[in-house]
């Protein structure tokens, strides 16, 4: 049975992450008792692994666990009895999953699974978050995509969120779990990991800035997203576990922008000529491509109240000067750049 507790209580698988950090943040600001879900690794490098959250993490309450170990995590729920939980932790890097097929499907996978199966067990009634993701589109068969678009995942990152979207279903249908799905499109922010394409263009642009390279390598420069800011979307997240009713939701901006569109926004901010700097590498492309993913949020906007409230130049400015600060590289209003 779950406990009452004084204030409401939420347990973060991948509290460490850029999702995990801005809803950490979200919930600690609304008043929750906010528990993480950590690898030990975390607790035993928190200069490295915890940089995220280090800003509030005296307000957090960290249990190491492994995803991976069902018995780790039932010890986790069965010692905070959460009111709430988001399952945000997954590799989560598209081109790493074809890299590491087997160990994305059984990480993603399994790691679901031991979540809901450990709820369902311990906190029968506690809401529970399930992050997939655009990628489960994949090859699309129309555009924009909602929530009754067939998924068509090219990725084995994109097979095991339709799994995790799957099972969170079923766990709702099957046994009464207040369950819900965020189908999340693409969101960045200064938090984003070095490897994604749109960090790895604000950084490289910071870099470049700073006399540290001389170019910028990526792959395909014609794919199309749907790119919002991370800290509108968990506001998404929180909202799903505050209705009446589990069910499953398109979090998007609707508006889509190519690669080459992002990279020529964040060069042009630096008064830089992307095409001086920017390489082509086939080796970045992935295996099976896919092209266009844009969402149609009109559900989550009729029902949750929600809309994407950050432009996707707000975005792109704000992550190109994290990265310049970060390096030391001011921008002056003007556009000219000089480093300090």
């Not at 450990?118 to 009634?125: F, N």
């Not at 109240?305 to 190109?320: C, I």
Request: charged share 25%.
């Amino acid at each position: 049975m779950l406990e009452q507790h004084a204030r409401p209580r939420a347990l973060i698988t991948g509290i460490t992450g850029q999702d995990g950090s801005y809803l950490a943040e979200l919930l600690l600001s609304k008043g929750y008792d906010v528990h993480g879900l950590v690898r030990r690794v975390a607790l035993e490098d928190p200069s490295r692994r915890l940089g995220r959250v280090a800003p509030f993490l005296d307000r957090l309450q960290l249990h190491a666990a492994s995803l991976e170990s069902f018995p780790s995590v039932y010890q986790v729920f069965r010692t905070v009895q959460p009111d709430e939980c988001y399952h945000l932790a997954a590799q989560s890097f598209v081109s790493y999953s074809f890299d590491d097929e087997f160990s994305t499907l059984n990480t993603n996978i399994n790691g679901t699974h031991f979540v809901l199966a450990t709820l369902k067990d311990v906190v029968p009634k506690c809401r529970f978050y399930f992050a997939g993701s655009s990628e489960m589109f994949g090859r699309a068969e129309e555009i924009p995509q909602t929530e009754s678009t067939r998924f068509h995942p090219r990725s084995a990152y994109g097979i095991s969120k339709v799994a995790g979207f799957d099972l969170t279903r079923n766990y709702r249908e099957a046994y009464g779990i207040h369950a819900s799905n965020g189908i999340l499109f693409n969101h960045e922010s200064p938090r984003r990991g070095f490897e994604f394409v749109t960090r790895k263009i604000t950084s490289g642009i910071a870099r470049i800035l700073a006399g540290e390279a001389k170019e910028l390598r990526l792959g395909n420069l014609d794919a199309k997203r749907d790119w919002g800011h991370a800290r509108d979307y968990v506001e998404a997240m929180w909202l799903m576990l505050q209705q009446n009713e589990p069910d499953d939701y398109v979090i998007a901006t609707a508006k889509s922008h190519s690669v080459s569109d992002f990279a020529e926004m964040a060069f042009g901010m630096v008064g830089l000529d992307p095409k001086k700097y920017i390489t082509t590498d086939p080796d970045l492309y992935r295996p099976a491509e896919v092209h266009v993913l844009l969402g149609n949020p009109a559900k989550a906007h009729a029902t949750l109240g929600w809309s994407a409230t950050t432009g996707f130049e707000t975005l792109v400015r704000e992550m190109v000067t994290s990265d310049c600060a970060a390096l030391g590289v001011r921008i002056p209003a003007l556009g000219a750049v000089e480093a300090r």
